[in-house]
């Protein structure tokens, strides 16, 4: 083999590399035996004593070191782990991993468990607090059936011994379910008037239902008509009510309801409350008659916390020369509604 390639083969230096360190280690081991041989017994005895001492010195203060980084990184490690198990706790809740695997019921429940626990200190339901009256009327609507649009239009003329109103009410109501049953319950009282059949002061002219498609139209304006019941009351106020019932479809349905009524000529006041939640609603109620002008107000929660300084505007009335207009611009809960005055031109707005 030739010079070169002892250089460069790898064996041949691992060989040459392993004699050097041999020899090195042989020599280190060879002059500290001498110097072992040299050293006096006595002198040994002290310095192996003063070795003893630093090196134990440096095995306490190396431990100690060792000791409090290792305690360091356990609490570091319990920490993290604790802030890992918060994030896994809040990912499994709010990302709805776990919410996922129980029902609506059990939910409910959950919320009324957290419910009780914010606003019932004392451990138990408070039946005169103004939050279990709130929960008890109002919550129970909101799996319920409820108005998407609510639209009434009015069309009165004042004559010279009554007053007629053609009112047209148009509503899209939204069921949650399949095929639910849905009571539309209507009541009112109306003045007796000297040579008007009762019958006559209200009168349904016409009732229909149609789907969202507008392709199902069902007439019960018959049905109806059967169902109101009229009493003449003992105070001279005549009353009616019906209640219909529609199966409702799942998702929009829509109701058209026109009826007349017939009131005396001093009775210029119109009111309406709704009664069931509406997300939009409004009010339109025009003039038919010279010399006459009309007023209107809506009235809700949310427009008197804004007249003390809170909430914001709910209701917006328009005002033309024969008509008012009053338009919510948010929900609307049950008992909330609208009021409307009919005056002369003579009165003072007032």
């Known amino acids: 083999m030739s010079k070169d390639g002892a250089k460069y083969n790898p064996s041949v230096q691992n060989i040459k590399r392993r004699s050097l360190i041999t020899i090195a280690l042989g020599s280190a081991a060879i002059l500290l035996g001498v110097i072992v041989e040299n050293i006096d017994v006595s002198h040994l005895q002290q310095i192996i004593a003063s070795l003893i001492n630093v090196s134990s010195g440096v095995l306490i203060t190396g431990g100690g070191i060792l000791l409090a980084i290792g305690i360091g990184a356990i609490c570091v490690d319990f920490f993290s782990y604790v802030d890992y198990a918060k994030k896994i706790l809040e990912s499994v809740v709010v990302e709805k991993r776990f919410l996922d695997t129980i029902d609506d019921n059990e939910k409910k429940e959950m919320i009324k468990k957290l419910e009780d626990s914010i606003y019932y200190k004392s451990g138990h339901e408070e039946k005169n607090s103004l939050f279990y009256r709130i929960r008890s009327i109002i919550l129970p609507y909101i799996d319920e059936c409820y108005c998407k649009q609510y639209r009434m239009h009015i069309d009165c003329t004042v004559h010279e011994m009554y007053i007629e109103k053609i009112i047209t009410r148009m509503f899209e109501i939204i069921s949650p379910d399949y095929e639910k049953t849905f009571s539309l319950p209507f009541s009112t009282d109306c003045e007796a008037i000297d040579g008007i059949e009762n019958s006559e002061l209200l009168k349904i002219v016409r009732f229909t239902y149609s789907d969202a498609d507008g392709k199902d139209i069902k007439d019960f304006t018959d049905d109806v008509r059967k169902e109101i019941e009229i009493t003449r009351r003992d105070d001279g106020k005549v009353s009616f009510e019906y209640l219909h019932k529609l199966e409702l479809k799942k ?70 020369a024969n008509c008012c207009k009053v338009v919510f611009q948010n929900w609307v809960l049950p008992g909330e509604g609208c009021v409307f005055a009919i005056r002369d031109n003579s009165q003072n707005s007032n």
Do not use: Q, W
């Open 251 to 320: 998702g929009a349905n829509h109701i058209k309801v026109i009826t007349k009524t017939i009131v005396p000529h001093y009775d210029t006041i119109y009111s309406h409350r709704i009664m069931i939640p509406c997300e939009r609603y409004s009010v339109n109620f025009s003039l038919c008659s010279d010399g006459y002008k009309v007023d209107g107000v809506g009235y809700s929660l949310e427009e008197a916390r804004y007249s003390i300084g809170g909430g914001n505007r709910n209701v917006k009335v328009e005002k033309y």
